[in-house]
């Protein structure tokens, strides 16, 4: 799958479809190439490459700034599980890190073209996968995947209508990816991971880790279920959280 992006009123790609009223001056236009898989979104408010080093940078190396920001550990972590964590945080100031460590010799104009060319490649890609998934089975093969990822865009084109480099901002790139780990994962797996991640944000002292654990093992005898770190209830969080901790402190050494 290819994706182009060019500011709002660029004008229409060759071969591209814009939807049944076509090509329209004066807004933020998406294009379908179905025969070769490709896509072209208008952003308003894009910020052009000016350098040909940039230019080639998006057209070329999205998917390593990508990379290099998917598998940034605590990215990942801030993203999936932390409710509290702003989409820009994510999108302006961890993704912008990423590209000024890489590109250190761009502009700063440039460095922020790259930025936006590669969290709208992210988030647009993974907002049309989630919709997609509910009109696919993994099980459907290839063919039908790309169907439903291509539907998936458009269905996405026309609930927003039009596309500006803030809403893309706004959104957490990791919404989507946890819906792809939810259905590779069981729940009680998920909640597992989301328990270690959230007791390594929170201080919990290697004593008071012990003492929750041995709590979290009398709430198991006496529920039948581990606490989860979900639940509406403060307590049952905090056992999760501390045996989560504990487990980590243990891996680590750190009880003789």
């Known amino acids: 799958m290819t994706v182009t992006f060019s500011p709002k009123s660029a004008g229409p790609l060759p ?9 329209q001056e004066g807004k933020a236009n998406v294009g379908v190439n179905e025969e070769r898989g490709q896509y072209h979104f208008e952003i308003a408010g894009l910020v052009t490459p000016k350098s040909a080093e940039a230019a080639r940078i998006c057209e070329q190396d999205l998917n390593e700034v990508i990379a290099a920001f998917v598998q940034k550990k605590s990215v990942a972590e801030r993203g999936l599980f932390d409710e509290n964590t702003a989409p820009q945080e994510m999108t302006q100031v961890a993704m912008g890190k ?8 761009l502009s700063a104009e440039d460095q922020e073209a790259v930025r936006q060319h590669a969290i709208a490649a992210l988030n647009l890609t993974q907002k049309a996968k989630s919709l997609a998934m509910g009109a696919a089975d993994v099980n459907d093969g290839e063919q039908r995947a790309n169907t439903a990822l291509l539907e998936g865009v458009r269905q996405y084109a026309m609930d927003v209508r039009e596309l500006d480099i ?7 790139p ?4 946890y819906a792809v780990l939810a259905k590779a994962m069981t729940e009680s797996t998920l909640k597992q991971v989301q328990a270690a991640i959230s007791a390594k944000r929170t201080k919990i002292l290697p004593d008071e880790a012990k003492e929750l654990a041995v709590a979290a093992v009398k709430f198991k005898k006496e529920r039948g279920r581990v606490p989860s770190i979900t639940s509406s209830d403060a307590w049952e969080q905090r056992l999760a959280e501390g045996a989560a901790a504990f487990m980590r402190f243990r891996e680590e050494g750190r009880y003789e």
Request: charged content about 30%; cysteine-free; hydrophobic content about 30%.
């Open 15 to 23: 071969d591209f479809d814009y939807g049944p009223e076509g090509y």
């Open 98 to 105: 990423i590209v000024r460590d890489r590109y250190p010799d």
């Open 166 to 172: 803030d809403l893309i901002d706004s959104i957490n």
């Open 174 to 177: 990791w919404h989507a990816a």
